[in-house]
């Protein structure tokens, strides 16, 4: 199943995206997939095919300031999660998607959260994999370092620091090739550091898990939590409690996998994931 590799232009800015279209004709809902921090839309390349073969188009974009998207200066782009909300907004305007399942990974990836929340109308159903869900969460200090001054303008400017976070994350080894395009941006220009650098210093963590932890003790629609149980920064017990205030939940446990599950268990999350999507409410 081939995944095509797009740009498209949303008002000011450029938004990256990759995207498997279904073989046959479906009236299936679209899939969003959102990655988390330092990741890209690449992290979904293991699970794009399968929701394609089901008859699902995916779309996985990369966030602005991430990846191959555009990487704008903060009088552009806020890089507070409204600003991200709202350029989300703008790009399912855009590719004209009114209605879709959204899936999210990760720390930042919270911030489909709060535009499931805020467009609740838009989303159908949700799939949540270890992604900060709690007041309790914390942006990890391997992370909480590239907001701070001086350390910060240095961390974000080495390319290692994707082999120490996506490795660190997952407790796994990243294979090189797959490691080379994560990479790439860093080495191809400053400006992805320097908007990872403002993503983490206006996160807002706080107020987004609130809204958060708040906003989704009305949610009615389906909602499926997949956790790496070697999360070394979100623990399952983050999860439980988050499910345990919800009726229409399921949560799956994944027994080896850590921060970011998609990237070595993307089989064991598509046979969780296709047959909830499809699943009739």
Known sequence: MAISKELVEVGSLQWFYREANPVKDSNQLPVLLLHGLPSQSFCWTG???????QGFRAIAPDWIGSGFSAKPGKRQFAYTPDAFVNGLADLL????????????QGFLASVGLQYALRHSDQ???LAILNTPISSEAKLPWAMQQWGLPFIGDMATQDPLLIDRTLEGGSRYVVEDQYLDIYRKPFLKSSDVGRSLLMTIKCLQMKQSMAEIESGFRNWEKPILLVWGMKD???PLTQAQQFADGLKNIELVKLEEAGHYPQEHWP???SEVLLPFLRRQS
């Open 232 to 234: 070394p920064w979100l």
């Open 267 to 269: 089989k064991e999350i």
């Open 47 to 53: 699970i794009i095919p399968d929701l394609a073969a």
């Open 93 to 104: 305007k855009t590719l004209e998607i009114e209605q879709c399942h959204l899936v999210v």
């Open 123 to 125: 989303i159908e159903r």
